[in-house]
């Protein structure tokens, strides 16, 4: 079963307006972690943002944050003010942290594409 | 300077020939893993290990294997390469607990094909 799932394969956003990225995810684990990642067109990994499942409050960083919300299981990233440089894979990922399950193996979505149009 | 460092970068071979792919992380870290990313499919866990001489497979650890004889390196091993390995390649280290996030450190990719 997909464990995390990005329903939207390519996304288009104006410059300087907001973008959210769906991300929805499946564990029956109480203690897990959420990520997101930026794989600009050079290839490389950037982390963006982490969401514990404890954590109360919504992740931010900078631009970026996380908007969680667990009953749905759902950890969508809303970029503000998108930015030409913005234009990217993004990918969703879960670490499951319950290590008398699966010892902490990472899950990763097939990716969004965001393309963000002077 | 913190970094995971895979080599090589790019490779071509041929059908059944033994490849290994290095990678090796200087940030202490005890997790280590492996991924292969193709178009459409995002990225998949072939291996993982929690720390030295410990290891477990992740979603498509077929045609892999891998060992963690120290703390830094994380080979990855093609034993028989086909062409359905062809992919890109990351090698990602993580440090957490302790109040860290966790999150995967990754190397540049390696861009493997097979013939």
């Known amino acids: 079963a997909q464990k995390i799932t990005q329903t939207q394969p390519g996304m288009f956003v104006q410059e300087k307006e907001a973008v959210t990225l769906d991300c929805t995810y499946d564990?029956?684990?109480?203690?897990?972690?959420l990520f997101w990642y930026k794989q600009p067109s050079s290839g490389e990994m950037i982390f963006l943002i982490y969401q514990g499942s404890y954590d109360e409050q919504n992740a931010t960083e900078g631009r970026y944050s996380l908007n969680f919300q667990k009953a749905r299981k759902s950890a969508n990233l809303v970029i503000s003010a998108s930015q030409l440089g913005d234009s990217a894979m993004y990918f969703c990922a879960m670490r499951d942290d319950d290590i008398s399950n699966t010892g902490n193996q990472f899950y990763f979505g097939t990716g969004t594409s965001l393309t963000v149009i002077p | 300077e913190a970094q995971v460092t895979q080599n090589p970068r790019y490779l071509i071979t041929v059908t059944g020939k033994k490849l290994t792919v290095t990678c090796s992380q200087n940030?202490?870290?005890?997790?280590m893993s492996w991924y292969r990313q193709d178009p459409g499919l995002g990225l998949r866990q072939i291996y993982y290990s929690m720390n030295v001489e410990v290891t477990d497979k992740g979603d498509v650890p077929e045609g892999y294997k891998v060992s963690r004889k120290e703390k830094r390196n994380f080979p990855l091993i093609l034993e028989s390469p086909s062409p359905n390995q062809t992919s890109l390649y990351f090698c990602?280290?993580?440090?957490f607990g302790g109040g860290n996030t966790g999150e995967l450190f990754f190397g540049e990719g390696s861009r493997l094909t097979v013939l």
């Open positions: 990602a280290s993580s440090l």
């Open positions: 940030m202490n870290h005890e997790y």
């Open positions: 564990t029956s684990d109480q203690s897990y972690g």
